[in-house]
T-cell receptor, first 114, second 114 residues
């Protein structure tokens, strides 16, 4: 069965530090990849997604992620974090031909110190 | 614009009692609907999805059931709750058949079974 691994449970950074959150998945076929974010007290919302084309995907709020097929990875990056980026981040995958059912990682909690 | 509602927001129930969580979507037709659970220290796990009225698919065997009596209503139920049913339950919707379409999440229901 598919699985998604997020390596860091909790990341603590100071403002302006660079961010990289790891995500690896286990499925060997065509996949669609997503990063969702949940800010404190808010709904889970889409940050960015990849389904084809340029493996470097740009999302909202300065986030980007790179799909590296050979490494089964879809790491999330931001060059300079802000206090407002404090949130929980979830990587998710679905198979290219599926109904759209997402397999989520366990999430990474990001705390940014002002 | 589309909105998704879930209620109740929080619920504390004794073991062995029944459960009914409701999710409704406004502003869209024929949505795909999903129920996820997030248990402590774990990622979001897909429980059920539905592509139409009366059509329910279960992803994991469990003590819960789902129903879709109307196009934009999705209900999660149990006849007798277990301690292990505690968690945060999220409803989500998407449209279309493309699996890379974004899923939109509701605010969630936090269920504590005592």
């Amino acid at each position: 069965a598919q699985s998604v691994s997020q390596h860091n449970h909790h990341v603590i950074l100071s403002e302006a530090a660079s961010l990289e959150l790891g995500c690896n998945y286990s499925y060997g076929g065509t996949v669609n990849l997503f990063w969702y974010v949940q800010y404190p007290g808010q709904h889970l919302q889409l940050l960015l997604k990849y389904f084809s084309g340029d493996p470097l995907v740009k999302g909202i709020k300065g986030f980007e992620a790179e799909f590296i097929k050979s490494k089964f990875s879809f790491n999330l990056r931001k060059p300079s974090v802000q206090w407002s980026d404090t949130a929980e981040y979830f990587c998710a995958v679905n198979e290219g031909g599926s109904q759209g059912n997402l397999i989520f990682g366990k999430g990474t909690k990001l705390s940014v110190k002002p | 614009s589309q909105t998704i509602h879930q209620w109740p927001a929080t619920l504390v129930q004794p073991v062995g009692s029944p459960l009914s969580l409701e999710c409704t979507v406004e502003g869209t037709s024929n949505p795909n609907l999903y129920w996820y659970r997030q248990a402590a220290g774990r990622g979001l796990q897909l429980l059920f999805y539905s592509v139409g009225i009366g059509q329910i698919s279960s992803e994991v065997p469990q003590n819960l059931s789902a129903s879709r009596p109307q196009d934009r209503q999705f209900i999660l139920s149990s006849k007798k709750l277990l301690l292990s049913d505690s968690g945060f339950y999220l409803c989500a919707w998407s449209v279309g058949v493309r699996p890379y379409n974004e899923q939109f999440f509701g605010p969630g229901t936090r269920l504590t079974v005592l």
